[in-house]
Each structure stands twice: as structure tokens, then as C-alpha cells.
């Protein structure tokens, strides 16, 4: 079993950014999805992106100001998180796992999941 291990979150200012590292506890192949997911308190875990042989995946909320990248030599995937904005505080979370591309955005289909990370921004 993959072990993912996020950092890089933290407190912003509105406007700032923010870069998220998840290192995986072994080398992975394209096919194997990398996806950030987010959980505020009191809501539901949301998609933000995900990679997946090359292609990325990204969800309508955050594809202008979020960007995923993966570098399979660190063994490591990154969310680029700019213009950030205080609802887009809450705790983000690496999620692992070989998903089929129509469940690519559901968290309940990854196996894998890191210990999350706090992002908090000020306005």
C-alpha cells in the first residue's frame, strides 16, 4: 500500500499562494491517480484535481487559480494554489489509487490518503 505524506500547507493572506507537496512512499506509474481533495468543517470532502497518465483533471471551482503537476523522478505530486481566496480555507488532503477516469473525481474510490494539511486564509 501506497503511504502519501502532504506538506506545504499553512496560513495566507487573501491573494497569496500557496504550493502543496504529496510524496508517495514509492515510485508510481502514470496510470496510478494522484488527486487533492479539501474538507472544510462542516462540508463534504470536494475534488480539486487529479493526474492520470499525463492528463489532469481539474474541478470547475479551482481550475483557474489551482494547478496540479506531478514529478515522477521525486516521486511526488504538487497543488500550485494561487490568488487564494478565504473560502478556500480548510484542510487539503493526497489521495492515491488506480481509479477508472469516470470515478476520477470521487474520493470513495482511492485507496490511498495522506494526513491532510491546514491551509488557512485571511482576508
Partial sequence: QVQLVESGGGAVQAGGSLRLSCATSERTISAYALGWFRQAPGKEREFLAAVKNGRLYYSDSVKDRFTISRDNAKNTAYLQMNSLKPEDTAVYYC????????EIRRSETYKAWGQGTQVTVSS
Avoid at 95 to 102: C, D, E
Fill in 95 to 102: 489521495a492515491g489509487g488506480y481509479v477508472i477516469l469516470s
